[in-house]
């Protein structure tokens, strides 16, 4: 079925694209992805029910007041918000959806997902050839969660960001194709040159501090953060710098225009401006959820999130202008 237009009080409108088929594979995906998001609801409505499941004794999770709570339901409703995704793309209803409604939860999922995607395969990879935390290292690390609840909750993550490349991409093609169809074209206005620029300083800026970090550097890191390093941490820190430097680069790439595939340039900058932005959010709420001295959040930390935020925000900035230059090509 091919796209024809209609008139209406006297304008002339695109009709929206038809819905997609469904195919054999796209089922699989959905079933499969929805199948990915039951441990993480399970878990987190056992928490907010009052349960300890997977949770040690002394566990800071375990503290009176209202911060956990309210971030387990927060974070039980974003996951929640994944099912909602799936069937928006795999619906016949789900491309007659506002192009503004899936746009921001695309991209929190996007900038959520990708990192753990490239960081907790790395981290068991690590574990694998002998570069985890020692045994006396284990014995002496504060409380948190039981081991198999990251094993469970991020192995659901990591299919659940495959499912969701599986079943977005298409729907894409078919709704916002011709945004990326063809090459970049011509360099975006001056003021947009700015603005990829200081998302690059700010992101070298950071990276630099995070891939510091990563190599076992101490500078502006909490007496706790220090006391816990490893290589398995420092694949966490690396993955973020590295993430804040695609941001970067994505952006100046989509500013400066040329003869390059327009679905490549976009291909780095989403994700990398989305992950940038999305975890440098983050982790600027989860640190002032913090109480324990011992635990101090330091400043030049809270610098480091806020910086892979504005990273993050200032790429997507560019990548929103980029994709309205192409709307009128």
């Known amino acids: 079925m091919t796209e024809r237009a209609v008139h209406t009080s006297g304008s002339l409108y695109a009709a929206r694209p038809p819905a997609p088929g469904l195919g054999t594979g796209r089922r699989i995906l959905r079933a499969a992805g929805l199948a990915a998001t039951l441990p993480y609801l399970c878990l987190k409505g056992a928490w907010l029910a009052g349960s300890h499941l997977g949770i040690p ?4 999770l375990l503290e009176p007041g209202p911060f956990f709570k309210v971030a387990n339901a927060v974070t039980l409703v974003m996951d929640a918000a994944v099912i909602v995704l799936l069937l928006v793309f795999t619906r016949p209803w789900g491309i007659r959806v506002r192009s503004w409604l899936l746009t921001v939860p695309v991209f929190i999922a996007t900038g959520l997902l990708v990192p753990i995607v490239v960081a907790f395969p790395g ?5 694998v050839v002998g570069l985890g935390p020692d045994a006396a290292a284990e014995a002496a690390k504060e409380p948190f969660l039981d081991p198999w609840v990251f094993n469970v909750v991020y192995t659901g ?37 700015v603005v990829a620029g200081a998302a690059m300083v700010v992101a070298v800026a950071v990276a630099a501090v995070q891939l510091t970090w990563a190599f076992g550097g101490t500078a502006g890191l909490s007496a706790s953060q220090i006391a816990q390093f490893n290589p398995q941490t420092g694949m966490v820190s690396a993955t973020h710098g590295i993430c804040a430097l695609v941001a970067g680069a994505g952006a100046v790439n989509l500013a400066r225009g040329g003869g390059r595939p327009a679905r490549w340039a976009l291909a780095v900058a989403w994700p990398g401006a989305a992950a940038a932005a999305s975890w440098g959010l983050w982790l600027l709420i989860s640190s002032a959820g913090v109480r324990d001295s011992t635990k101090e959040v330091t400043t030049a930390m809270t610098l480091t999130y806020a910086g892979q935020m504005i990273t993050g ?17």
């Open 157 to 193: 993550f990591i299919v659940q960001a495959v499912v969701l490349a599986g079943v977005f991409v298409p729907y894409a093609r078919q709704r916002w194709g011709s945004l990326w169809q063809g090459v970049q074209g011509e360099r975006l206005p001056s003021p947009t040159g």
């Open 313 to 329: 925000l200032l790429a997507a900035a560019v990548l929103l202008r980029f994709l309205a230059s192409r709307r009128t090509v």
């Open 123 to 127: 981290q068991l990879l690590l574990g």
């Open 57 to 60: 004794d002394g566990s800071v």
